[in-house]
């Protein structure tokens, strides 16, 4: 069955050092997504790309963060320069059809970033 | 965008009960979805249910929409220790995000 990857499971940094959150979407899907889930806390909207440009951010997506579809298959979420409140679990997420319209998201299993 | 709020917050049953999760949302919407996140690991979509349909099923798994009440419930029947886990409802609406409100955290006790 297709599924999302993403890479690395685990990652620790120092604070101030730049990140990159690699995820490969399902092969058909069209639009990827970006959310978070800092422990004990709900899962938060990020980032939506379709078509080789954000189509939607939130708050949180602020200029430390940019996203990337840099060939046919992966999707990247940068992080420029973290602090200690990124420290979270990143998922990508990704859809068929705009996300809800008709068909469901299918996640990644996440990639849990440590900032030291 | 707008979330569901999933209640009740915790729920513990035995293994073979049923287990009832309640949703409800603030405006109209497209459809409903229900998630299943196992601790630490992705989101899982269990069923989506339209804004036209008033009940679906799928295996084990009942799902009911009022859209009068807006509200909506997820019924995991025959309930086993595997499905322990947080569930989400998540309201869509054309156009907007998804989002995900605080769930509700399963616990099927063996």
């Known amino acids: 069955e297709p599924e999302v990857t993403q890479t690395p499971s685990h990652q620790v940094t120092q604070m101030g050092q730049e990140v990159i959150l690699r995820c490969v979407p399902i092969?058909?899907?069209?639009?990827f997504y970006w959310y978070r889930q800092i422990l004990g806390q709900k899962v938060e909207f990020l980032v939506s790309?379709?078509?080789?440009?954000?189509?939607?951010k939130s708050e949180i997506f602020d200029d430390q963060f940019s996203v990337e579809r840099p060939d046919g298959s992966n999707f990247t979420l940068k992080i420029r320069s973290t602090k200690l409140e990124d420290s979270a679990m990143y998922f990508c997420?990704?859809?068929?059809?705009?996300?809800?319209?008709?068909?469901?998201?299918?996640f990644g299993e996440g990639s849990r970033l440590t900032v030291l | 965008s707008q979330q569901g709020e999933e209640d009740p917050q915790a729920l513990s049953i035995q293994e073979g009960e049923n287990a009832t999760m309640n949703c409800s949302y603030k405006?109209?919407?497209?459809?409903l979805q229900w998630y299943r996140q196992n601790s630490g690991r992705g989101l899982v979509h269990l069923i989506l249910?339209?804004?036209?349909?008033r009940e679906k099923h799928s295996g084990r798994l009942r799902v009911t929409l009022d859209t009068s009440k807006k509200s909506s419930s997820l019924l995991i029947t025959a309930s086993r220790a595997a499905d322990t886990a947080s569930y989400f409802c998540?309201?869509?609406?054309?156009?907007?995000?998804?989002?995900f409100g605080e769930g509700t955290q399963l616990t099927v006790n063996p």
């Open positions: 997420a990704s859809s068929v059809v705009s996300g809800g319209a008709t068909g469901e998201l299918f």
């Open positions: 092969s058909n899907h069209l639009y």
């Open positions: 790309f379709y078509n080789n440009e954000i189509s939607e």
């Open positions: 405006t109209s919407i497209n459809n």
């Open positions: 249910i339209r804004s036209n349909e």
């Open positions: 998540a309201p869509y609406t054309s156009g907007s995000r998804l989002t």
